[in-house]
DNA sequence: CAGCTTAATGCAGATTATTCGCTTTAGGTG
DNA sequence: CACCTAAAGCGAATAATCTGCATTAAGCTG
């Protein structure tokens, strides 16, 4: 996912991205997320691999991070359920549920760090929200441009994990997508 | 700002925390914002201070330059220019202009990664939201809540620049300032 | 399926960054 | 003015990073 794309994708090649991803996922998991913890030269032995290997395909840890936190925060696949709002709560709120943690938001800034990477990600959840849309338009439903779907659930619920560190429950996704697409009904609908 | 509210704030420690930052401005600035060109040594050299001195302060490289991006993000002033729309824009305006550029979005992933940082200096805009608010609502104007503020305002804008590398014609800031002010009135608008 | 080609890895030495204990400096205080 | 102490300087020890060269194994060819 998002992976490199060598030209040699096979083999050899993809086992040491698979140890080394793991060796970072099981370490960070040991010492509670804490990054200090972490060092190429520590992952590199966990993971059965050379240091320098590490540093030739990543560069640095900041981007292997990042580059193991794509991979590991993937996109859920849309899915349809029959109503516009259930795609949207069945895709969105899954997402809310692994960067609202303590370690999800950690693993989110994690690839923030990456400009390239966090650029791809958030591409591809565009994509996701642009494919929930047109499966609705093909239902016959109407539905809000991408745009603003982005604007008024994704993007208050993303900035409010990074930067207030609030929990799911406090993020009200449910609600959020509700009164994005059922304007009248919905004046005080608290859900928690 | 925002320092570590230091013991002893005057003099020697004063005079080295500015050195050290005017060292990473006029590093990053001759290097075309190439964060792979700075290193702890090359800024203390620069700066005319001991390595170890910043690894003790600032304990490491993208600390620091967390700091000095909080620090060159200073926020705007709140400012009463008689209306709440006026002051919205007013206030919010110039600190899209400097997070929209491509050096400013660097800046703000710098501020990013440290997450301590990121939430002081959140909070403190959101303060000055509040502070708007109050301004508005002592002149009798009705003023939407500071939260719905962020949620339409600042976090699509935030969003938009760190995701989509949007620039700043292209976040129509006045616009969606006036939509959340004024929704009656303002139904197609482009301002670019 | 043996032999060839080459990207990717391993290895070891050189370089550079980071840490640490100790000494020195300079604001603040009585 | 002498004392106290947080912060800075210094240098040696440790650790991380980079680099050139040797080795491995995946993919290809005949």
Do not use: C, K
Not at 83 to 105: H, I, K, N
């Amino acid at each position: 996912m998002m992976a490199t794309a060598t030209p040699r994708p096979g083999g050899r090649s993809a086992r040491v991205q698979q140890a080394v991803h793991e060796a970072v996922r099981a370490l960070l998991e040991e010492h509670g997320g804490d990054r200090a913890a972490l060092s190429v030269p520590v992952v590199a032995e966990r993971a059965g691999v050379n240091s320098s290997t590490i540093y030739r395909r990543w560069g640095d840890l900041p981007r292997l991070l990042a580059a193991v936190a794509s991979n590991r925060m993937l996109p859920e696949q849309v899915e349809d359920t029959g109503t516009l709002e259930g795609d949207m709560q069945a895709w969105f709120v899954p997402y809310v549920e692994e960067f609202s943690s303590s370690l999800g938001r950690q693993v989110l800034r994690d690839m923030l760090a990456d400009g390239a990477v966090t650029r791809d990600y958030f591409a591809l959840m565009q994509g996701h929200v642009e494919e929930i849309r047109n499966l609705a338009r093909a239902r016959g439903e109407t539905a809000p441009a991408a745009q603003e779907i982005i604007d008024v659930v994704v993007a208050p619920v993303i900035y409010r994990i990074l930067f207030n560190h609030e929990s799911a429950p406090e993020l009200r996704v449910r609600d959020r997508i509700a009164r994005l697409l059922r304007p009248e009904e919905t004046s005080a609908d608290p859900e928690d």
